[in-house]
């Protein structure tokens, strides 16, 4: 890692903590950046702060889960399609290229339908882009004689379409008063409903699914080539690819699972994530991870805060993020030509 | 250390491409594989390294049947220059050369100083240690080959395979490609190659095995095999081989096309 880049990624760090701080003090209840840090300092385990408790339970029950949650998601999502763009060899690719963005959704729709409670409703999701995926890689795997990569894809679309028949089913048959806001609200992805407890059970999947694809920087870096020369080189292509789609349906699975659909993050950060880093995944995969938790926490502050209503996280990430995508696209050609 | 084929029949799936192939490869020569498009080299290639399964017969890597051997055991052994380089994303030379240390490297490893030095060792050899860090997409056809043939160096397997090393490449390219190629072999690598130009096998070849609708037609020593009836069945085309004295008083033989 050459200077330019270490200063990229310090610059990005930094720009993080910023946003961070931005993200806790903004909103209906503004609070100080010096109260914020009391009231961090005193859940450390520091002095008391001696502030309003409202303050207190801003910080820590309602913005705090929020934030992390706003930072996984982020992470994991930018993450997983870094890791697809190499895997499939194609910087276009975003995480729920196998399915599991729709597989998500007909389990969390799924459970909307049968009036589940939250914690089944995140269950069904979690599971349903896991069995998604799954889908795909055993379909794909029984087709014979085809280039396996092309395969997967052509597998993941077909079963995708077949998943959003199924949602819209379901959306066409629930209780247009109740179940069909909710439905709707959870397909447009949001963090407000977000709970301490989810992200006990969330963030360690996602960082499971984070640790393969780290220890595995290298020979992901080797898997972006020709499936034969990787082999030349004396990688086993097929087992290493099982897992780098493994740990990336995991992680977007479980992204999901608590934060509904949220598009565009996983195929504009890693992108935009190249142009700063170049291909080499070692690098690509800490600034995606970096700049993912940074986009989704400022979306997600600008969301609460724009207008007198939440604004849909995915309808936002789309606004924001296909601008950057054309910018992209026209201007800075070098992440991947 | 040895590549051995022996009656190796190979093809994709239900398609036969070849068959009845039995050969050997040993480190410190320079075999040649002469054959008309479609005849099967890079078949063959890709089923000595074991990326194909064999149809009948078996490939020996230093006595050891290859479907017995993992990717990196294989790869640490021979080493592959593919002749199309579809390249997705845009690395730097060295880090495209550095990915020839992948069959030295753990699971987990990313290179190390060591594999760096390697790196830099074998582009020095290649003579492209000033494109260290162009981008591999942007370098002309010629350094993307020297590029190819440096990772594979990289690699330190004792046995290179080359499909085509010298296609696209200009006249003068070709031949210091070629040069490269004699260089590997005094360094006591083996190489076995492809090529369409019989003067390349005379160039540099220690022996030339000729492949024609799936078998071996001939192999043996350069001189005897390149003959010119050998030639014309194989390739249709009516040609004469001289031999041209060259300045140190050695003669070299040298293929002219006559008609066809």
Known sequence: MNTRQSWLLLAAAVALFGIIAVAFSVGRYPIAVSDLLRVLWSWLGGAPHGLDPTIETVVLQIRGPRVIAALLVGAALAAAGAAYQNLFRNPLVSPDILGVSSGAAVGAVLGIFLSLGIVAVQSMAFAGGLAAAGMVYLVARTVRGHDPLLVLVLAGVVLGSLLGACVALMKYLADPYNQLPAITFWLLGSLASVDPRDLRVAGPLLLAGLLPLWLLRWRINVLSLDDEEARALGVETRSIRLVVIIGATLMTSAAVAISGVIGWIGLVIPHFARLLTGPDFSRLLPVSVLLGAGFLVAVDTLARSIGNIEVPLGVLTAFIGTPLFLWQLAGARRGWQ | ?260
């Open chain 2, 1 to 260: 250390m040895k590549l051995a084929a022996q009656g190796l029949a190979f093809g994709y799936r239900e398609r036969r491409v070849g068959s009845d192939i039995t050969l050997e490869l040993q480190s410190g020569e320079v075999l040649c594989l002469l054959g008309p498009n479609g005849s099967g080299k890079t078949t063959l290639f890709k089923t000595l390294l074991g990326l194909l399964p064999a149809q009948a017969g078996a490939v020996l890597i230093e006595g050891r049947d290859a479907r017995t051997l993992a990717r990196d055991e294989i790869a640490r052994q021979i080493s592959y220059v593919p002749q199309a380089h579809a390249a997705f994303f845009p690395y730097t030379v060295r880090e495209t050369v550095l990915m020839g240390r992948t069959a030295h490297l753990g699971l987990f490893s990313s290179p190390s100083a060591r594999d760096h030095a390697a790196t830099a060792t074998a582009m020095e050899r290649m003579g492209i240690t000033h494109l260290a860090d162009a981008v591999h997409t942007q370098i002309s056809g010629g350094e993307r080959q020297l590029t190819l043939i440096a990772r594979a160096l990289a690699q330190e397997a004792r046995l290179v395979i080359m499909d085509e090393p010298t296609a696209n490449l200009d006249f003068g390219n070709q031949l210091r490609v070629l040069e490269r190629i004699r260089a590997l072999a005094g360094e006591g690598i083996g190489v076995l190659l492809s090529t369409h130009d019989p003067d390349h096998a005379f160039l540099c070849a220690d022996r030339v095995a000729m492949l024609h609708a799936g078998r071996l037609m001939a192999s043996g020593k350069t001189t005897e095999v390149m003959t010119a009836e050998r030639l014309q069945e194989i390739y249709g085309v009516t040609v004469a081989i001289t031999a041209v004295p060259l300045r140190n008083g050695a003669t070299r033989n040298v293929c002219l096309p006559l008609g066809w």
